[in-house]
């Protein structure tokens, strides 16, 4: 019978701004010294009810060569990392909503809502996106700018979407991320319903930096990002539940 050892609210949304002991803008290192910051110079920013919203139209923010850095336009870090149990499970909960400003229609990646576990100690990622009409989990392994990611016999880098459309569109769902370090199985629902097992999962994940964000998924051209035709959205989430058990 699996017990229930601690859980974590990590909302605090009312600081966000601040950059408080909770959130940060996020971003990446880069080789040159200077630094990528996740952060759309004409975001709005709203807190109410303990929720955040950001809006952001249009886009704005590409990079022209590394996909993840054009990817993400506006995206907040933890502050600190979730350590995940030898032993057990962790579950990570929340709700979220997206609403897609001229997005071009039944193209998830043309502009979503995320919420990203990364494990900057391996290059690991699990997440949820949420556009207007359809949903994606994503499990990831990524060549994260300054991360050293584990040598392996199998693929070293790979990144698995799966979209569904069975949620409420443009309204409020509820995500849940659960992670058995032992067991190596990762089990992602929407809504109280399971929506994608991973078992044998290759990779050991020690650490997770929640992320929230505002993204696309265009692939780089030989000329650079092909993500910006003017469109925009609005993300909104609740603060998240971490239950760890044992």
Not at 132 to 145: G, H, K, M, R, T
Request: hydrophobic fraction near 35%.
């Amino acid at each position: 019978m699996k017990k229930l050892q601690s859980e974590i609210v990590l909302g605090n949304f009312h600081s966000i701004l601040s950059e408080s002991d909770t959130w940060k803008m996020g971003g990446f290192p880069l080789p040159d010294g200077s630094f990528h910051e996740f952060r759309e110079p004409e975001a709005v920013v709203i807190v109410r009810n303990d929720e955040l919203y950001v809006r952001v139209n249009p886009f704005t923010k590409t990079h022209p060569s590394v996909q993840f850095l054009d990817n993400a336009k506006h995206m907040y870090y933890s502050k600190e990392p979730v350590k995940v149990p030898e032993e057990g499970s962790i579950t990570f909960k929340w709700k979220m909503r997206s609403r897609p400003i001229g997005a071009n229609p039944g193209d998830l990646y043309d502009g979503f809502v995320s919420v990203n576990l990364l494990d900057f100690t391996t290059g690991a990622a699990l997440d949820f996106f949420a556009g207007n009409d359809q949903y994606a989990s994503v499990y990831a392994v990524l060549p994260f700018p300054g991360v050293q990611v584990p040598d392996t016999n199998k693929t070293r880098y790979f990144c698995i979407f799966k979209e569904e459309s069975a949620f409420k569109q443009r309204e409020w769902n509820e995500y849940e991320i659960a992670y058995n370090r032992a067991a190596d199985e990762i089990i992602f629902s929407v809504n109280g319903d399971e929506v994608r097992i991973e078992k044998n999962v290759p990779i050991k994940f020690n650490e997770f930096t929640v992320a929230l964000g505002l993204m696309t998924e265009k692939d780089l051209s030989p000329e650079g990002s092909t993500s910006l035709h003017g469109q925009g959205i609005i993300g909104e989430w609740t603060p998240m539940k971490i239950s760890i058990e044992d």
